[in-house]
């Protein structure tokens, strides 16, 4: 009898328009693994406020990455690995996530302000408006040296970021992945989008 790995996590985070999606999806599809969209574990009152243009406060985020927890720790008792997209701006908020939870670790998408603000400019159907991105700027902490993840500059084509977070993480892609994508009963109210 076989042993069954222990299930991963990796949570890729950064500001709204960094490319957490485009960089989460790639995992999910090359491993094989479950992914979620964060922004659709967040409570509707959270949504309203960010559709407001009004930044959230630790007191909003709490209960979503809380929510996000509980989340991570249903798809380890199946045994699931998994990839799942939050802003984890803070060192805190990270720590909350990894609170009895080894096996999870970061990928921070590093963009330049140009980039995130042309990103958001463009983007459509999704509920935060482009006026947050300086709050996210200025609550964000990058991921730090003592912190499980790596940090990649979202510069260049998709596949070689993508291959950067892979080699940066440890990671090999099966020779058959069958990636599943989650979306969650209570989702947001957006389509694609990559906060």
């Not at 970061?106 to 709050?135: I, N, T």
């Not at 200025?138 to 499980?148: N, R």
């Not at 500059?153 to 990671?171: F, I, N, R």
Request: aromatic share 6%; hydrophobic share 35%; glycine share 8%.
């Amino acid at each position: 009898m076989s042993i069954q790995p222990q299930p991963q996590f990796v949570i890729v985070m950064g500001v709204s328009g960094s490319g957490k999606t485009t960089v989460a999806t790639g995992l999910a599809d090359a491993m094989g693994w479950t992914y979620v969209e964060g922004d659709d574990l967040h409570p509707q009152a959270n949504v309203e406020k960010m559709r407001a243009g009004i930044p959230l406060t630790d007191e909003d985020r709490w209960p979503w990455l809380t929510k996000i927890g509980e989340w991570i720790d249903e798809h380890e008792s199946l045994g699931k690995s998994a990839v799942i997209t939050c802003s984890a701006l803070k060192r805190s908020y990270r720590e909350l996530l990894r609170e009895g939870r080894p096996t999870v670790s970061f990928c921070h998408v590093d963009v330049s302000r140009e980039q995130l603000e042309q990103r958001l400019a463009e983007r459509k159907g999704h509920y935060m408006p482009a006026s947050l991105l300086q709050s996210q700027l200025d609550t964000l902490e990058p991921l730090q040296a003592d912190e499980p993840g790596t940090t990649v500059e979202a510069k260049g084509g998709q596949e070689a970021v993508l291959a950067e977070v892979m080699e940066s993480l440890h990671l090999h892609a099966p020779a058959n992945p069958e990636a599943a994508y989650v979306k969650p009963t209570d989702a947001g109210p957006h389509a694609d989008h990559a906060s």
